[in-house]
């Protein structure tokens, strides 16, 4: 790695030179990219849920508490706008260019781990009842007792994916 000299490094300035150097680095974030969307395309490991297992997977299905678009901006966008103006106030690429891999970086490594997690394991989520039978009656079969879904194929997917994600089962209270 050549060495650090003292002074203002813009983007204009020295901005090539550090991505070049650290060419590696944003090829393995774009082989992240391509993990994790591999991994949300990819169907998730299918456990057998059975009749007797419904009375825990049936909480109602909820709407997101946090909106899906809202997720980037928390956790990319807002980051990064504070990153832009450190780099305004220091105008130092080095620190602005860790600062961008280190984010990325811990973004999609937590994404591919716990996609790779959650396709793995296929846990049903609380709500799997009502994801499966959205008109609310059960259809199941005589013989093993395995659920016969008949929701939306990418609702009933997301369904089997809760392992291990925030996603709380709250005890519904008898009043």
Not at 80 to 86: G, K
Not at 99 to 107: E, R
């Amino acid at each position: 790695m050549p060495e650090i000299q003292l002074g203002s490094h813009t983007i204009k300035s020295h901005g090539a030179k550090v991505a070049r150097v650290h060419m590696h680095d944003w090829l393995i974030l774009l082989l992240l990219i391509v993990l994790d969307v591999i991994l949300n395309v990819i169907e998730p490991f299918y456990r057998f849920v059975g009749k007797d297992m419904m009375t825990d997977l049936s909480y109602p299905m909820k709407e997101n508490t946090v909106p899906f678009w809202a997720v980037p901006m928390i956790a990319i966008l807002l980051p990064f706008c504070v990153i832009l103006v450190y780099y305004f106030i220091r105008k130092d690429v080095f620190d602005l260019h860790q600062a961008i891999l280190g984010l990325l970086f811990s973004v999609l490594i937590t994404g591919v781990i716990t996609d790779a997690i959650k396709d793995a394991v296929g846990r049903p989520r609380p709500d799997f009842f009502w994801r499966c039978f959205p008109n609310g009656t059960g259809v199941f079969n005589n013989g093993t007792g395995e659920v016969i879904c008949n929701g939306l194929k990418s609702v009933i997917k997301e369904g089997h994916k809760s392992f291990p994600s925030g996603h709380t089962s709250c005890k519904q209270t008898i009043l």
